[in-house]
C-alpha cells in the first residue's frame, strides 16, 4: 500500500501564496501521472492540476496562469505553488498519484488532504 503524505497547507489572505507537497514513499516502482484534486465545502471533488512523467501539465481554467505544478521524479514528489490565491480557493486539496509498486500493478492512491484557506 502507498501512503501519500501531504503538506503545505493553511490560511492564506487572498493574492497570497501557499505551496503543497505530496510525497510518495514506499515500494513504488513507477509513477505515472501525479495531480492534484479539491473539494470545497459542500462540493464535488475536482481536478486542479496533472503533470505527466515527462512534465506534461494540465490545469482546470479557474487556476490556470495562478498555480503551476510540478514534480520531483528522484524523490517522488509533486508541488503545487498557489499564487494570486482567491477565497474561492478554499477547500481541501488532495494529492492524487498513479502508480505501480512491486506487488501491484498501475493503480490510484490519494493523499490524506491538507486544508487550504484563504481569506478575503
Known amino acids: 500500500q502507498v501512503q501519500l503524505v501531504e503538506s503545505g497547507g493553511g490560511l492564506a489572505q487572498a493574492g497570497g501564496s501557499l505551496r503543497l507537497s505530496c510525497a510518495a514513499p514506499?515500494?513504488?516502482?513507477?509513477?505515472?501521472?501525479m495531480g492534484w484534486y479539491r473539494q470545497a465545502a459542500g462540493k464535488q471533488r475536482e481536478l486542479v492540476a496533472t503533470?505527466?512523467?515527462?512534465?506534461?501539465?494540465n490545469y482546470v481554467d479557474s487556476v490556470k496562469g495562478r498555480f503551476t505544478i510540478s514534480r520531483d521524479n528522484a524523490k517522488n514528489t509533486v508541488y503545487l505553488q498557489m499564487n494570486s490565491l482567491k477565497p474561492e480557493d478554499t477547500a481541501v486539496y488532495y494529492c492524487?498519484?498513479?502508480?505501480?509498486?512491486?506487488?501491484?500493478?498501475?493503480?490510484?492512491?490519494w493523499g490524506q488532504g491538507t486544508q487550504v484557506t484563504v481569506s478575503s
Open positions: 492524487n498519484v498513479n502508480a505501480r509498486t512491486m506487488w501491484s500493478p498501475f493503480s490510484n492512491f
Open positions: 514506499g515500494p513504488i516502482s513507477s509513477i505515472n501521472i
Open positions: 503533470i505527466g512523467r515527462e512534465g506534461i501539465e
